[in-house]
Each structure stands twice: as structure tokens, then as C-alpha cells.
């Protein structure tokens, strides 16, 4: 009985060592100054991620601002309000004959959306009787299943155009409209893959994004157009790997920031180059990547202050830190 004892005592010892928790901060500084801060609690081999905090609707150069909400609010009330006045004013031939032009319009319209929907139904029923009757010359075994897939593959597969297409909507921006999506705030995905005492090693992804500036454009706004552009700050660094961190010692991962010049300049070119504001075509645009800048570094955070004290304002840090947490 002792030696049972003995022998649960150490599987509970051995199990709370495996189960050891570490807790992860990540705080980001722009120019010195706190901007951002989250953690992760985590063990060995356990993902966790934070994605970003928003999404910011910026409008494009030359669109159409936004309208103010309440402005716009008090207009639709005011254009109901008229229109339920004309509506008591007719008489009631003249009412009904107005209701049934309104319904018309809205039988027209579901008569389209169920016309679409059927040739969708029809093509998606197409191809599953056609996968079904593959399906059941393999489920047989039969001769003609080889024959009879390599039609369906010539059929369906996707020729050099096809995929040269599918190539460029790739490299198109997120939103062709008028409307600009912005990541906003930080973003990360992280996993412990290895501990040896007081050594952490992480898997991460990790990204801060931040409007740093506006960029104004010449021109007037008459008609309600939008001339001014937000200037968005983005320090990213995806897939990294076996990064092995001490616990208790921060450690500083360093990006360095555009001037404001240098990202009005950089957005200038853009407006110049994409399809959204050049009317350039997809092939003319290209591809972003990732250059590394004069000040991008990382180490150790007390060698990183103590190599670049002197240019803390032209650069961004994301410091990691590892703790114990149980």
C-alpha cells in the first residue's frame, strides 16, 4: 500500500511539471510612449490568438464622405413623413393603384432572386448526380471509373488563363469601392512548442497597426468629396519561429517608423499606382514585401535601449515577456 501511495505521489508531481503555465505580456511602444498591451496564458503546445481590436471605414481619395448620422436620420423621417402625406391625400382609387405599382416592383423582384436561385440549384444538382455516378463506378470497381475521371478532370480543370486570373484577383486590394477597410490595433497568434527550465521557445505572428498621420491632397471638396487620407503605421513580423525567450527578461522585437515625408510620399505613389486610384489594371500593380529597415533589430530589450537610446522617436517596439504563472 506505501509503494501504491509512493507511486501516485509521483505521477501527481510529474503531471503538475508537464502542466506548467506560462504567462506571455506583449506591449507595444510607438516613440517611447505605451500604445498597446495584451497576454496570453499558455502551456507547452497550446495556441492562443488576439486578433485585431478594429476595423476603420476610411473613404477613398475623390469618394463621397459619409453623411452625419443624426443629419441623415432627421432627412429619412422628413422624406416618410411626406411621402405618408401624399399617400393621405390620394384618393382611394388613386392609393390602391400606387400600393399596386408597389407591389408589382416587389413580385418583379422576387421573381429575379428565385429565377437565380433555381440555375443555381439546377447547376448544383448537375454536379452532384455526375460526382455520384463517379462515385459509383468506384464503389464497383469498374473499368470505365479511370476513363471516365479523366474526362471529369479535363472537363474542370483549370486552364493557364484560369488561373493567371485567379493570380491577379489575388493581388487586388481587399475592397475595390470606395470604402477602405483599416486594421486597427494589435493582432497575434502565438504557441509555446518547447520549455527547458527557464527557457521558453514560441511560435508567433505578430502585427500593430495604427493611424500615424493624414495625408491632404490639392483640390476643393464640393459635391462632398473626400481629400484627406489616413497615413496607417504597420509593424508586422509573421512566422516566426523558435524564438527562445528567458523567463523574467524582456525581450524586444524593433521596427523602424516612416517619417511623415516618407509615408505621404508613400501614399502619393500609391494613389499613383493601384487600381483604385490610377485606374491602372491588376498587372500593373506590385506586389508588396517586406524590405528590412535601418533601425529594424531584436534582442534582448535592455540591449536594444541601450544600442539605440538615442533614436527611441523613429522607431516602434513590441517587448515580450515570459513569467510563471503557476
Given at each position: 500500500m506505501k509503494n501504491y501511495f509512493s507511486a501516485l505521489l509521483i505521477l501527481a508531481c510529474a503531471s503538475a511539471a508537464t502542466a506548467q503555465t506560462y504567462r506571455v505580456s506583449v506591449e507595444t511602444y510607438v516613440g517611447n510612449k505605451l500604445e498597446d498591451k495584451f497576454s496570453f496564458t499558455l502551456e507547452q503546445g497550446e495556441k492562443q490568438m488576439k486578433g485585431f481590436d478594429g476595423k476603420l471605414l476610411a473613404k477613398r481619395y475623390r469618394a463621397k464622405g459619409y453623411q452625419h448620422s443624426q443629419i441623415l436620420k432627421k432627412a429619412l423621417e422628413f422624406d416618410e413623413d411626406k411621402r405618408q402625406e401624399s399617400q393621405s391625400a390620394l384618393k382611394p382609387a388613386e392609393r390602391i393603384r400606387s400600393l399596386l405599382e408597389a407591389a408589382r416592383k416587389d413580385f418583379d423582384m422576387a421573381e429575379k432572386r428565385l429565377?437565380?436561385?433555381?440555375?443555381?440549384?439546377?447547376?448544383?444538382?448537375?454536379?452532384?448526380?455526375?460526382?455520384?455516378?463517379?462515385?459509383?463506378?468506384?464503389?464497383?470497381?469498374?473499368?470505365?471509373?479511370?476513363?471516365?475521371?479523366?474526362?471529369?478532370?479535363?472537363?474542370?480543370?483549370?486552364?493557364?488563363?484560369?488561373?493567371?486570373?485567379?493570380?491577379?484577383?489575388?493581388?487586388?486590394?481587399?475592397?475595390?469601392?470606395?470604402?477602405?477597410?483599416?486594421?486597427?490595433g494589435s493582432f497575434c497568434r502565438m504557441k509555446i512548442t518547447k520549455v527547458a527550465?527557464?527557457?521558453?521557445?514560441?511560435?508567433?505572428?505578430?502585427?500593430?497597426?495604427?493611424?500615424?498621420?493624414?495625408?491632404?491632397?490639392?483640390?476643393?471638396?464640393?459635391?462632398?468629396?473626400?481629400?484627406?487620407?489616413?497615413?496607417?503605421?504597420?509593424?508586422?513580423?509573421?512566422?516566426?519561429?523558435?524564438?527562445?525567450?528567458?523567463?523574467?527578461?524582456?525581450?524586444?522585437?524593433?521596427?523602424?517608423r516612416p517619417s511623415p515625408d516618407e509615408a505621404a510620399s508613400s501614399l502619393a505613389e500609391a494613389m499613383a499606382k493601384t487600381?483604385?486610384?490610377?485606374g491602372k489594371s491588376p498587372e500593373e500593380v506590385a506586389p508588396l514585401k517586406a524590405e528590412k529597415k535601418p533601425l529594424d533589430d531584436q534582442g534582448l530589450l535592455s540591449d536594444i535601449k541601450r544600442k539605440y537610446a538615442s533614436q527611441v522617436g523613429k522607431v516602434a517596439r513590441a517587448v515580450i515577456t515570459v513569467k510563471f504563472d503557476r
Open positions: 429565377t437565380s436561385c433555381q440555375t443555381s440549384k439546377e447547376v448544383a444538382e448537375g454536379k452532384l448526380r455526375e460526382l455520384e455516378e463517379l462515385d459509383a463506378l468506384a464503389s464497383r470497381g469498374s473499368t470505365s471509373f479511370k476513363n471516365a475521371y479523366e474526362q471529369y478532370v479535363k472537363k474542370n480543370e483549370l486552364t493557364e488563363e484560369d488561373i493567371k486570373f485567379k493570380k491577379l484577383v489575388r493581388r487586388l486590394p481587399e475592397d475595390t469601392g470606395d470604402v477602405e477597410k483599416i486594421d486597427f527550465d527557464k527557457k521558453v521557445t514560441l511560435a508567433m505572428d505578430y502585427c500593430y497597426s495604427r493611424i500615424m498621420t493624414f495625408f491632404y491632397a490639392d483640390g476643393n471638396n464640393n459635391g462632398n468629396t473626400v481629400t484627406k487620407q489616413p497615413v496607417v503605421e504597420r509593424f508586422e513580423k509573421l512566422g516566426i519561429k523558435n524564438l527562445t525567450l528567458t523567463v523574467g527578461v524582456p525581450y524586444c522585437i524593433q521596427f523602424t487600381s483604385v486610384f490610377g
